[in-house]
């Protein structure tokens, strides 16, 4: 029998009160002067990180009037777009907006903010914000909804008990995924160098059959348009919208682009030198090319990977300014090796396999990334919930309960592939 499981039967073997958030909590409202924030310990919406990753430096701070104070020990909740799961426990004293929930404890001897962290930070409280949110392209946090949120308020010692087990829990996931992401980015490295010594022809005995055109010669360069509405997640718009950056930038309900195309950004911070591939039918926008093959000796995905390869000399061709630019003239100078169609096939095949290993969700280390997450959600969920009579903690076995207790090593070998 585990430690918790000794502690529950003894201090609640007939369950735990569940109580609405506002009989225990209550939002800051207490306001200090600008001057008393800079952008370690002011919070905005925007400086919170999605997906429960607690916050980063703020890039602007309010330099007049007044913001509301939160203490150490706060909980504050992102309360635009909730689904974002943005959330972070105060480590210090500090300033937020209205666009900000900075829930305070009434009495810390009833709940240890810790404790009221993790219940706030499971996946059954955003639902529940998000389900109650108001407003479609910018929805926001109901407060009074949040307010009514019921929680489980086992004794503090129980409190004290789940929290060691979630530290320790949230510690070793921490330390496992960020072996894990290492070695995803060798890996990556590794692709990046094999796709790159592959397209180079050395040594291939395909030399001779091999010929060089410029990309004007074998594919279409153009640009697109803005669309009329753009929406930021995908429930408002099916279709990806492409323009500058290295990741989609919104959602539309229409296409205007076919899918099985390359794209590189036209304009932009940042997103010059990258090249995407778009599989399925997208919308392309006025500050990004879409490249598509002219003829039925290329491959569109070949050319994808050829350019990939080519990232060093696509940057060469930026012309730098108030906002740096890729010239369509430029770009359609750029020498492109082209082999025999069989041997493009075979390329992408193998490509096609490796990129998967290195960046597929569904298989390899992306998937161990995304299995240990899972797990610790599932492991706190549980230590998370209490039956209001009757049994305790549902059905959250010692053997289970132990296994959150792991050391590294231990957690490590029990998850390898």
Request: aromatic share 10%.
């Amino acid at each position: 029998m585990s430690k918790l499981d000794e502690l529950v039967q003894e201090l609640c073997p007939d369950g735990v009160q569940y109580v609405q958030l506002n009989e225990v909590t209550r939002y800051a409202k207490r306001r200090i002067d600008a001057s008393e924030v800079n952008d370690k310990n002011y919070v905005g919406v925007e400086n919170l990180l999605q997906n429960k990753q607690g916050k980063t430096d703020a890039s602007a701070v309010p330099l007049t009037g007044s913001v509301i104070a939160f203490d150490e020990g706060d909980v504050l909740i992102g309360n635009i777009r909730p689904y974002l799961r943005k959330i972070w426990l105060a480590d210090c004293n500090g300033g937020t907006n209205g666009d900000v929930l900075a829930i305070q404890i009434i009495n810390r001897e009833q709940i240890t903010p810790q404790f009221l962290y993790y219940v706030l930070s499971s996946e059954q409280f955003f639902v529940y914000d998000t389900q109650n949110s108001k407003g479609a392209k910018m929805p926001r946090g109901d407060k009074e909804a949040v307010m009514k949120y019921k929680i489980p308020v086992p004794p503090l010692e129980v409190q004290r008990e789940i929290v060691r087990i979630l530290d320790n829990f949230t510690e070793l996931t921490a330390e496992l995924t960020a072996e894990l992401t290492a070695e995803l980015t060798a890996r990556k490295n590794q692709y990046a160098y094999y796709r790159d010594k592959l397209l180079s022809f050395d040594g291939h005995g395909i030399t001779n059959e091999v010929v060089w055109r410029t990309l004007g010669e074998i594919a279409i360069i153009k640009t697109g348009s803005k669309p009329d509405n753009i929406f930021e997640d995908y429930e408002a718009g099916t279709v990806e919208y492409i323009n500058a950056g290295t990741s989609n930038s919104g959602y539309v309900a229409s296409y205007n682009c076919a899918g099985d195309t390359v794209t590189t950004p036209s304009r932009g911070q940042g997103g010059i030198g990258f090249v995407g591939y778009q599989k399925e039918n997208f919308w392309l926008g006025p500050l990004c090319y879409q490249i598509r093959a002219n003829s039925d000796t290329v491959i569109n995905r070949y050319l994808y990977f050829f350019l990939c390869s080519r990232k060093r000399e696509l940057l060469r061709l930026k012309k730098e300014g108030g906002v740096p630019a890729l010239n369509a003239s430029d770009l359609s100078n750029l020498l492109i090796c082209v082999p025999p169609i069989n041997v493009q096939r075979r390329l992408v095949h193998v490509l096609d396999n490796f990129d998967a290993i290195c960046s597929d969700l569904n298989i390899g280390l992306p998937a161990e990334i995304e299995a240990r997450q899972k797990q610790y959600e599932f492991y706190r969920d549980k230590l998370l919930t209490f039956a209001a009579t009757g049994d305790t903690i549902a059905e959250l076995s010692s053997a289970q309960l132990s296994s959150a207790q792991l050391s590294s090593a231990q957690l490590s070998e029990s998850v390898a592939p």
